[in-house]
C-alpha cells in the first residue's frame, strides 16, 4: 500500500524529484547508506529548533536530530555565537597548530567522564572507535577484538561485522556467528573480530576466557544503538572479567555522551573503561569524535615519549613504540568551540534534568495511547533516546527485537512521516532540548491519527 506510487505522497513530489537528480551523481542519492530509505529520501532545506523544512515546503517535528547528535535542536543561538564568535575573534578557521579549545575540551572531558584521564581528537565518531581498537592493540601487543551482536561502531572493515545480521546466518545466541555486513569484507576480517552476546555474562565470559590471548580489546555500546541498556550486573562483570584477563575495556558512547548525564554512560553505570570513544554531541552539530583514556593507555601515542633532555631529541628505542595517530583537522577550533557551547548549555541548572523528564513524558503519553488502543506496545530506551517496539518481550539484545511486530511499526512510521513526525522510518527517537510540551502533544495526536488509519481504527 506503501508503496504504490513512486514518490511517497503528493507532499513529497519535489524530494523525489531531487532525488531522482541527485541519484545521476551520487549512488542512491545520499551520502550515507543509511540515510535511504524506500520509496525516496525526503531533501531538507531547512531547520529550526525542534523543526525540519523539506524542499516541498513541508514541517516536521523532528526526532531524527542528526542521528542524536543535535541534542540542542537546530541552530542553537549559544552554538552559533560560538561559531562565530571564534572565526571572528582569530581571524581564522583553524590553525593547523596546537590552541587553547583543544586544552579547554580535553580537561572539560576529562572533569566529566570518570575513565577520561587524557584526550585526543578525531573527525568522526567512526574515527574515534578506530584509534580506541588501535590503542588497545598497541597497548596489549594482541590482534583481535571482540564486540557485541547488534552493536554499531562505525562503517570499517573491522568494525562492520555482526551489526544487524540475518538470525539464520547468526548462529547460536550465545555464540554469535561472525557476520559481514558489507560485500568487500574477506574471511580474515571475520576471523580479526570476534562476536558477543549482549547482556549474556556467562556466554561473554567463556568467549572472552578462550580467546584472551588474542583479543586486545572488548569494545561496547553502553546502551546498544542508543535505546537497549546493558543490565548493571553484566556491565559490572564485564569490567571485573576484562581486567581479569588483561583484556582492555572500550566504551563507545559516541551515541550516549552527554545524553544520560553529562559525563555519560560510564557515570551512571560508575564504571571506569580503559578507553572511551565519543563522538556526536560532542562536536554540537559538527563533525568531531575523541578518545579518551587512562594516562598510561594514552601517553603511548605521546610523541615526546622517552625524550632525553641531553640529546634534545626522542630516543630510537622509544620512537619504534609510539603509536601512530594523525589528521589534518584534528581540534577543529570552529567544531571545538560548538562543542563547549553545547557542553556548556547542557550543564546549566536543571537542562539534563527537563531533557530526561520532556523524553520520560513522551513516552509515557505514547505508551497510554498504544494502551488505550489495545496494541501490544513498549518504549525502550535510557536518558534522552528511546525506541517504540510492538511486543511486550523483554528486549535485552538484537535477537528479542526479533520478537516484535515490525510490519506495523513500517506502515505507522511511514503514515507518521506524512503526519509530520520525523523520524528515519524504523528509527529510534532522539530528543532535543528544543522539543516543547506542544510539540510532544502535537506527537502524540500524530499517532493517534496514524493508528486510526493505518488500523482503520
Ligand atoms: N559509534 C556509535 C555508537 C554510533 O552511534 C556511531 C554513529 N551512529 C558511530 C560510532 C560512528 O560515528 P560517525 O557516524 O560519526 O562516524
Not at 559516541?254 to 557515570?267: C, D, E, I, N, P
Not at 583514556?293 to 641531553?310: Q, S
Not at 584534528?330 to 563547549?340: K, Y
Not at 507518521?416 to 532540548?433: A, D, E, F, W
Request: contains cysteine; negative net charge.
Amino acid at each position: 500500500e506503501i508503496m504504490q506510487s513512486e514518490h511517497m505522497s503528493d507532499k513529497t513530489r519535489v524530494s523525489y524529484e531531487a532525488y531522482q537528480q541527485a541519484k545521476e551523481v551520487i549512488p542512491g542519492g545520499v551520502t550515507a547508506n543509511i540515510k535511504y530509505f524506500d520509496p525516496h529520501p525526503i531533501v531538507m532545506k531547512e531547520a529550526h529548533g525542534s523543526r525540519l523544512i523539506d524542499v516541498d515546503g513541508n514541517k516536521y517535528i523532528d526526532y531524527l536530530l542528526c542521528y542524536g547528535a543535535l541534542v540542542l535542536g537546530h541552530g542553537h543561538t549559544a552554538v552559533k555565537e560560538a561559531v562565530n564568535e571564534q572565526i571572528n575573534q582569530t581571524g581564522t578557521f583553524i590553525f593547523g597548530s596546537p590552541h587553547n579549545l583543544e586544552y579547554e575540551m580535553a580537561r572539560k572531558l576529562v572533569d566529566l567522564f570518570p575513565g577520561i584521564d587524557m584526550v585526543r581528537y578525531t573527525n568522526s565518531g567512526l574515527e574515534a572507535t578506530l584509534l580506541s581498537i588501535r590503542l588497545a592493540k598497541a597497548y596489549t601487543g594482541k590482534r583481535k577484538v571482540a564486540k557485541f551482536e547488534g552493536h554499531y561502531h562505525g562503517g570499517y572493515d573491522e568494525m562492520l561485522i555482526s551489526v544487524n545480521p540475518d538470525l539464520d546466518e547468526a548462529g547460536e545466541a550465545s555464540t554469535p556467528n561472525a557476520v559481514p555486513e558489507s560485500s568487500g569484507l574477506g574471511k580474515e576480517d571475520l576471523d580479526n573480530t570476534i562476536i558477543l552476546p549482549f547482556n549474556d555474562l556467562e556466554g561473554t565470559r567463556r568467549i572472552l576466557t578462550e580467546r584472551q590471548d588474542e583479543l586486545s580489546a572488548v569494545i561496547l555500546e553502553p546502551i546498544q544503538s542508543g535505546f537497549i541498556p546493558a543490565d548493571e550486573s553484566f556491565m559490572k562483570g564485564l569490567r571485573e572479567i576484562t581486567e581479569e584477563l588483561g583484556i582492555l575495556l572500550i566504551f563507545d558512547e559516541v551515541k550516549t555522551g552527554f545524553r544520560l548525564t553529562v559525563g555519560g554512560a560510564q557515570s551512571l553505570y560508575n564504571i571506569e573503561p580503559d578507553i572511551t570513544s565519543l563522538g556526536k554531541v560532542l562536536g554540537g552539530g559538527f563533525p568531531v569524535g575523541a578518545v579518551g583514556g587512562k594516562k598510561e593507555v594514552m601517553n603511548i601515542m605521546a610523541p615526546d615519549r622517552g625524550k632525553d633532555i641531553l640529546t634534545a631529541g626522542v630516543k630510537d628505542d622509544v620512537k619504534d613504540d609510539i603509536m601512530f595517530h594523525s589528521g589534518t583537522y584534528n581540534g577543529h577550533p570552529v567544531v571545538l568551540a560548538a562543542g563547549l557551547a553545547t557542553i556548556q548549555e547542557l550543564e546549566k541548572p536543571n537542562v539534563m534534568q527537563n531533557l530526561l523528564e520532556k523524553t520520560n513524558l513522551l513516552r509515557q503519553q505514547l505508551e497510554l495511547l498504544y494502551k488505550n488502543y489495545s496494541i501490544t506496545m513498549q518504549t525502550v530506551g535510557m536518558g534522552s533516546i528511546f525506541n517504540i517496539i510492538f511486543t511486550d518481550y523483554e528486549i535485552k539484545n538484537y535477537r528479542d527485537l526479533n520478537h516484535a511486530n515490525m510490519e506495523l511499526r513500517k506502515q505507522l512510521d511511514y503514515e507518521l512521516l506524512n503526519q509530520g513526525i520525523y523520524t528515519k522510518p524504523m528509527n529510534r527517537y532522539s530528543m532535543s532540548i528544543a522539543h516543547t510540551d506542544e510539540d510532544i502533544q502535537q506527537t502524540v495526536q500524530a499517532h493517534e491519527r496514524a493508528i486510526k488509519l493505518v488500523l482503520g481504527r
